[in-house]
Structures are given as C-alpha cells and as structure tokens.
T-cell receptor, first 113, second 112 residues
Framework: QQQVRQSPQSLTVWEGETAILNCSYEDSTFNYFPWYQQFPGEGPALLISIRSVSDKKEDGRFTIFFNKREKKLSLHITDSQPGDSATYFC????????????FGAGTQLIVIP | EAAVTQSPRSKVAVTGGKVTLSCHQTNNHDYMYWYRQDTGHGLRLIHYSYVADSTEKGDIPDGYKASRPSQENFSLILELASLSQTAVYFCASLGTINQAPLFGEGTRLSVL
C-alpha cells in the first residue's frame, strides 16, 4: 500500500510559468515532509522540507503548502526554468521511525524554454 | 563537505551470483539506509542501521542482507541475485532524526 501519493506523474510547463506538484499521505503520524529533486543519473537531493506544525515553507522560487487536515501538500515552483527539469519526490517521516522515509512515486517535470 | 560515496557505480551480475554494494560516509552520521529505486515506485527502504554492528529490516528486505562494520561503512549483499533485483540502489546517511537524509549517487545493478 502506497502511503505517499504524488500527482501528476508527469508535468510540462513553459519557462516562466508556475509548476504545481501534488502530494498526499495516509498516515496521520507523519510529521516531516522533505521534497527531493533528482536529475538523471544522480541521487536525490534535498530541495525543501516542511514540518507538520507549519502550513507553508518558502525558499526562493520553491514553496510548500501543507494542509494537515486533508493530509495534502503541494510544491509550487514559480518562474520555472529549464534547469528545473527533473523528477521531484515527496517523502514523509515520523519522528519516531529513525529516519525511515516513505517516498511517493515522483513527478517528472519538464520545463520548455 | 558532507558526502555519501557508493561503489561500484554500476554493475552487471549473473543470476544466482553474489553481489555486494558498498557505501561510505564521512559525515559522522549514525544512521544509514539502503533504498531501491524502480521506475514508477519511487524509493523503497531495504535495510537501515542506527549503530555499527547492527542492522534492521526495512520495508522490502527479502533477498537482501546488510552489514555495518563501522560507523562509516554500510554494505548491501545479494547472496543469490535474481532478475527482479535489477534496479538502482541508493545509500543514504542521516545525522539527526527528523531531518532529511543525504543520498549517494546510486549504483545501477543489472542482473542477467
């Protein structure tokens, strides 16, 4: 059973547009949500993260919106750049789980110049 | 600079053969993990360790063993490699719980 779900599976936007990547989860004990960015042939790299006590986290062009009641998150990438083309993974962690992350299947983002 | 180094970066193995994937970190992190990545499935946890000489089963441990001989090193062992174990394997390390693990660059394993 997939505990973390992501949509869409693939997303194409034009340069300068805002890309919105969605994530939802099942387990209400999850309290930490990192988003990873992965380029082909590389390992996942932390992009931005949020804790369940917050409803928004911003870092430059990247913003996470978090709705605890609905168990949903979204990653907004404003002014998308071709260099943002990558696969984005939403992950979830319980503080008691020794860092064991549950990953979504990822969203492949393509930004067209 | 914090880093997780995996070796080899790619490997071709025969069905039924033994495969060992190695991971080394110099981050002074206590926690280490092995994940498997398959297309359409994200990353799934195979084994992890929070102290040297001890390993724990993750979500998909069947067919895999792990070894943590020191804080810096964590190996994943496939005693009898099977076709279904063809995947990309990632090692990660973590220093503080409820933070984001740092991932290595991965090992692409093809079992033929």
């Amino acid at each position: 059973q997939q505990q973390v779900r992501q949509s869409p599976q693939s997303l194409t936007v034009w340069e300068g547009e805002t890309a919105i990547l969605n994530c939802s989860y099942e387990d209400s004990t999850f309290n930490y949500f990192p988003w990873y960015q992965q380029f082909p042939g590389e390992g996942p790299a932390l992009l931005i993260s949020i804790r369940s006590v917050s409803d928004k986290k911003e870092d430059g062009r990247f913003t996470i919106f978090f709705n605890k009641r609905e168990k949903k998150l979204s990653l907004h990438i404003t002014d998308s750049q071709p260099g943002d083309s990558a696969t984005y993974f939403c992950a979830a962690d319980r503080g008691s789980a020794l860092g064991r992350l549950h990953f979504g299947a990822g969203t492949q983002l393509i930004v067209i110049p | 600079e914090a880093a997780v180094t995996q070796s080899p970066r790619s490997k071709v193995a025969v069905t039924g053969g033994k495969v060992t994937l190695s991971c080394h970190q110099t981050n002074n992190h206590d926690y280490m993990y092995w994940y498997r990545q398959d297309t359409g499935h994200g990353l799934r946890l195979i084994h992890y360790s929070y102290v040297a000489d001890s390993t724990e089963k993750g979500d998909i441990p069947d067919g895999y063993k792990a070894s943590r001989p020191s804080q810096e090193n964590f190996s994943l062992i496939l005693e009898l490699a099977s076709l279904s174990q063809t995947a990309v394997y990632f090692c990660a390390s973590l220093g503080t719980i409820n933070q984001a693990p740092l991932f290595g660059e991965g090992t692409r394993l093809s079992v033929l």
